[in-house]
């Protein structure tokens, strides 16, 4: 018997995997090459006694046990008993399960054509081009577990779907409240089925963010208003997806397989141990990661894993977008197919990862990180370049950027607001994700009163404002923080992944409190929209229109030259107005002093300098004769 991980490579299968419903019958399958034998353990119900035990038939060529049972098994619960040398005994899971009971203890046959809800359509229409996209990320639960939400299935999944839901004041809040802001795509921390949250509480003292897997093809149950059912949650997610989708919203649905959260119970480890993650020479699980342990993508059965999970999910639940958690831990052709796989089911379906560099034993030029993402074209990278340079290092809470004081950050600034125009990392606009904020970073507001804890509040306020303006005007595609456009605070909370609803939480009274800052971001969106000349697709078009007027003094200044008319962007980080010089001419006005007006209605008439207000944006339209 063969136990070097890597010579497990030689019993690939790239046939289905789980538990393959009919109605007919159901043929369960499962990859083990290193196990003797193994049984599939049936039970007596959801929750009963084990009832009956199956002898597993082997297929030695590829390392494949199989068992089928005639009849229609939708419902069967079971798990499988894996016997190694020495009479080594794992019981677990189905890894490729696609139900589980509560707190994802047992799998459970599905016919998934049974949990599809009552109105669950088609694939939306292909969408048109990644860099028209607008990314919102919420947590399901913090958006809608407040008192002062309006929503009645708080914390649900059933929740998010909620349409009418209104704050005390009569704002619009949950699904309505995204969809007034205008953006394009929500992105959903996970969804999948997590350890930490004990799923028998109706509601859970614990509180996670989801980046813990236990069943990647599972849904994750403390969504569900009934937990204890298997289906409940599936129908519930596909549930809330639709009514995504019949607002107009896509869905990105935040994947987390560079790690797991404890490896000696996970179904990776006790079916095959060993395999599917990453050792160091002595032995011990490496840890680029920074959890504990490493999946290892470059193994023929982890990558087709991720890939069988991705078309998974992409097909039964009609995601939009998947944004991969610690991409750099994985390697460039796992993630090129990926891409592949998601062409063929939809070439406009977004891929984003975080390609930090991190070290794992896979070689450097393997990485699927910011340093290889020309080897990687179609698949966006955060771009911490640009949350740097806005609001300074994210790891200091008193680190300053252009928004507050930082005189040097102008051209990294600037060089990040062109997407990067001028380096050698990316192949084109579409692989720059742009933002200051996310949900494992400070909240800018955080930043900016821990930076200057005695500053005035509408100082602050206006700070903001210009933050959101250059990720909004910035080349590439802009990413949003829930919240982020109503100063959401978690009270100075950087990582806050396990702290309660009170950190966590959306305040819904904030949307009225700063209605200002709330309409400029939606006003913002719309320009960004509006003007072609902000959503360029390539390097070269950039280069060709783009000019950097200036780049010091806390003011970074832009020119887009476009068919018949100039697009004029000043930011000023200063805290004073500056009177701005530009070429003589007639400009209508889009943006000034934090108002955005999309017709240009105000018009300055031969006019050779203009006042920028401070800590402002100012968006200029000159018509050339």
């Known amino acids: 018997m063969v136990h070097e991980p890597m010579q497990l490579d030689q019993f690939y299968y790239d046939g289905a995997l789980g538990a393959l419903y009919q109605e007919q019958y159901t043929l369960f399958r499962v990859w083990a090459p290193t196990a003797l034998s193994v049984e599939l353990v049936l039970f007596e119900g959801y929750y009963g006694r084990p009832k009956r035990q199956i002898q597993m038939f082997r297929k030695q060529e590829v390392g494949i046990f199989e068992a089928k049972l005639d009849g229609d098994q939708h419902g069967l619960t079971y798990r499988y008993r894996l016997t190694f040398a020495e009479q080594e005994v794992n019981e677990t899971v189905d890894p490729y399960g696609k139900a589980v009971t509560v707190n994802g203890r047992r799998s459970v046959v599905v016919d998934l054509s049974r949990t599809d809800p009552s109105n669950w359509g088609e694939r939306m229409p292909a969408f048109s081009n990644p860099l028209d996209a607008v990314i919102y990320e919420v947590h399901v639960r913090d958006l809608t577990i407040a008192k002062n939400s309006g929503i009645n299935h708080k914390g649900k999944f059933l929740g998010l779907a909620e349409s009418g839901t209104q704050s005390k004041m009569g704002l619009a809040t949950g699904l309505d409240y995204i969809v007034s802001l205008g953006v394009t795509h929500v992105e959903l921390l996970p969804i999948f089925d997590f350890q930490t949250v004990d799923e028998t509480i109706e509601n859970p003292l614990e509180y996670n963010w989801g980046y813990d897997p236990q069943n990647y093809q599972s849904v994750e149950g403390s969504y569900a208003t009934d937990p204890y059912d298997p289906f409940c949650r599936i129908t519930e997610l596909k549930s809330m997806i639709q009514a995504f989708h019949d607002k107009g919203l896509r869905v990105i649905m935040d994947v987390v397989f560079n790690h797991v959260y404890e ?3 996970h179904a990776f480890q006790l079916t095959v141990p060993k395999y599917y993650f990453r050792y160091n020479r002595d032995g011990e699980l490496t840890n680029g990661t920074g959890v504990g342990n490493d999946t290892a993508s470059e193994r023929l059965m982890m990558r087709k894993y991720i890939l069988d999970s991705i078309k998974f999910w992409a097909e039964e639940y009609q995601i939009d977008g998947f944004r991969f958690d610690l991409m750099g831990i994985h390697d460039l052709q796992t993630m090129n197919q990926v891409r592949e796989l ?40 955060f771009n911490d370049g640009i949350r740097e340079a806005i609001k300074g290092n994210d790891f200091d809470a008193e680190a300053r950027g252009f928004i507050n004081g930082a005189w040097y950050m102008e051209e990294k600034l600037v060089n990040n607001l062109l997407a990067h125009y001028d380096s050698y990392l990316f192949s084109a606009p579409n692989q720059v994700v742009q933002y200051c904020e996310a949900h494992d970073n400070y909240t800018l507001y955080d930043r900016l009163v821990k930076a200057d804890p005695f500053l005035a509040k509408d100082i602050i306020i206006k700070q903001q404002e210009l ?36 950190i966590n939480q959306i305040d819904w009274d904030r949307p009225q409190k700063y209605q200002h800052t709330v309409e400029y971001t939606r006003q913002l969106i719309q320009l960004r929209k509006q003007e072609s000349l902000l959503r360029q697709t390539t390097f070269e078009e950039i280069h060709q229109t783009a000019e950097i007027i200036q780049a010091y003094d806390l003011i970074v200044a832009l020119r887009y030259a476009g068919e018949g008319y100039d697009l004029l962007l000043i930011f000023n980080g200063n805290r004073e107005p500056i009177h701005f010089n530009i070429k003589r001419g007639d400009y209508y006005v889009l943006v000034e002093d934090g108002v955005v007006d999309l017709q240009g209605n105000k018009k300055y008439t031969a006019v050779q300098q203009i006042e920028v207000s401070a800590y402002s944006t100012t968006v200029l339209k000159k018509i050339n004769n």
């Open 342 to 381: 998601l062409d063929e089911i939809d070439p406009s379906i977004l891929i984003i990862g975080e390609g930090w560099n991190m070290y794992t034993p896979l070689p450097t030029e393997e990485q699927a990180n910011s340093l290889n993402a020309k080897g990687m074209p179609r698949i966006g990278q």
């Open 467 to 502: 933050a959101l303006s250059l990720v909004l005007l910035a080349q590439g595609i802009p990413f949003i923080h829930a919240g982020q456009e109503f100063l959401r605070t978690k009270f100075g909370i950087r990582d806050s992944y396990n702290r309660p609803n009170m």
């Open 263 to 265: 490896v000696e119970s």
